[in-house]
T-cell receptor, first 118, second 116 residues
Framework: AQKVTQAQTEISVVEKEDVTLDCVYETRDTTYYLFWYKQPPSGELVFLIRRNSFDEQNEISGRYSWNFQKSTSSFNFTITASQVVDSAVYFC???????????????FGTGTRLTIIP | GAVVSQHPSWVICKSGTSVKIECRSL??????MFWYRQFPKQSLMLMATSNEGSKATYEQGVEKDKFLINHASLTLSTLTVTSAHPEDSSFYICSARTGQMNTEAFFGQGTRLTVV
């Protein structure tokens, strides 16, 4: 069974501080995919990143960066120089890789509510 | 990215009535659509997976007769909450994928259902 754990329920930081959101996952699959989504107060889910299990390179996109470490089954997300607009709930998710493409289900973590204080 | 449109954004209905929620992929063909339910301050729980032209696959514990899912075309899936009760009040969100290998799922904006 797959499981995603986001131990941080809520985080508050002052604007311009850096913040790291933790994600730990469990899976028996050797091939899998990890995702991060942002859910602002309006409710929609905004895709941030997808990473496959064979690619352990860290990724940076503007103020966002991701640290994938298979050895610790972690896929952490860092926001540098945080801004008020970053306030949202962030979900980490995991999906298996199936032969019938497109049917892979996402298992979500419980989410981390991030509040950036002006 | 691709756009998934969900309608309505919010709905209030009386207990005992049925409510239909639509999920449309606007600029791509979605061979698979997923329906999730999210209670306040909780995570998204997958309810069912629907493939175009076939019966939906429901997750354990989800009543298929209560949550009717129809995926009649490659751009439209509907979720009907039948005989709604206050405990069905929740945020329902759909996502859609193409048939390509593990592309990201595109999510609709969600529907907040309140049953009174």
């Amino acid at each position: 069974a797959q499981k995603v754990t986001q131990a941080q329920t809520e985080i508050s930081v002052v604007e311009k501080e850096d913040v790291t959101l933790d994600c730990v996952y469990e899976t028996r699959d050797t091939t899998y995919y990890l995702f991060w989504y942002k859910q602002p107060p309006s409710g929609e889910l905004v895709f941030l990143i997808r990473r496959n299990s064979f690619d352990e390179q860290n990724e940076i996109s503007g103020r966002y960066s991701w640290n994938f470490q298979k050895s610790t089954s972690s896929f952490n997300f860092t926001i540098t120089a945080s801004q008020v607009v970053d306030s949202a709930v962030y979900f980490c998710a995991l999906s298996e890789a199936l032969s019938n493409f497109g049917n892979e289900k996402l298992t979500f973590g419980t989410g981390t509510r991030l509040t950036i204080i002006p | 990215g691709a756009v998934v449109s969900q309608h309505p954004s919010w709905v209030i209905c009386k207990s005992g009535t049925s409510v239909k929620i639509e999920c449309r992929s606007l600029d791509f063909q979605a061979t698979t659509m997923f329906w999730y339910r999210q209670f306040p301050k909780q995570s998204l729980m997958l309810m069912a997976t629907s493939n175009e032209g076939s019966k939906a696959t429901y997750e354990q514990g989800v009543e298929k007769d209560k949550f009717l899912i129809n995926h009649a075309s490659l751009t439209l899936s509907t979720l009907t909450v039948t005989s709604a009760h206050p405990e069905d009040s929740s945020f329902y969100i759909c996502s859609a994928r193409t048939g390509q290998m593990n592309t990201e799922a595109f999510f609709g904006q969600g529907t907040r259902l309140t049953v009174v």
